[in-house]
């Protein structure tokens, strides 16, 4: 991860207890800086995540939205269909009878 040096111009013995302080100091800082990292790499998944749902979403309303529309469309049909019954029987009736009335001529 990394290096702490000391420079001094004088020969130095440092004690156990020391070198276990500055030990650790640098795990310390060194998880530190592991966990900022690992937040970073959070923030940019999230980031990604968000921006996904947002896509998927708009592909969702967009669908809806056709659906919606396709079940409009079915149900003019529908109703086309059955002016068109509604009107044709009638007229299969006053057929049969013209034809009843064209046979007596």
Known sequence: MGTICS???????????LIA???LFAERAATAIDNYRLYQQQ???NELLEAEMIKRTIELRAAQAKLIEQERLAAIGEFAAMIVHEICNPL??????????????
């Not at 420079?7 to 207890?17: L, R």
């Open 43 to 45: 923030q940019q998944f």
């Open 92 to 105: 299969t009736t006053v057929q049969l009878g013209l034809n009843h009335f064209s046979k007596l001529d």
């Open 7 to 17: 420079f001094s111009q004088q020969h130095h013995q440092y004690s156990q207890d």
């Open 21 to 23: 302080s500055v030990e």
